[in-house]
């Protein structure tokens, strides 16, 4: 069992920053891939990025690539996605989960609130 806590969300101005870290706690959270995904109000819930287990392959949604970076810290349990040049679409509750299998995620956390609004 893997516990996860997001935190870092709240309210940006257009072209602000957000770092969200996500808390990992129970199994071995150093494993597993971890992923972020976000949600907007009256959309599916979609994919953000994704991080191999030691953090050496990344891979990003085409609408974040090159604004967002998510990086861990295994000795911390903790993982993170700084998020620069945030648009007002970028709006939505974002969560931290881990891949406990190709493309399985099964361990969610409750997601931390982001909005970019001026």
């Known amino acids: 069992q893997v516990q996860l806590v997001e935190s870092g969300g709240g309210l940006v101005q257009p072209g602000g920053s957000l770092r969200l870290s996500c808390a990992a706690s129970g199994r071995t959270f150093s494993n597993y891939p971890m992923g972020w995904f976000r949600q907007a109000p009256g959309k599916e819930r979609e994919f953000v990025a994704r991080i191999t287990w030691r953090g050496a392959s990344t891979h990003y949604a085409d609408s974040v690539k090159g604004r967002f970076t998510i990086s861990r810290d295994n000795a911390k349990n903790t993982a993170y996605l700084q998020m620069n040049s945030l648009k007002p679409e970028d709006t939505a509750v974002y969560y931290c989960?881990?891949?406990?299998?190709?493309?399985?995620?099964?361990?969610w956390g409750q997601g931390t609130q982001v909005t970019v609004s001026s």
């Open positions: 989960a881990v891949e406990t299998g190709p493309n399985e995620y099964d361990y």
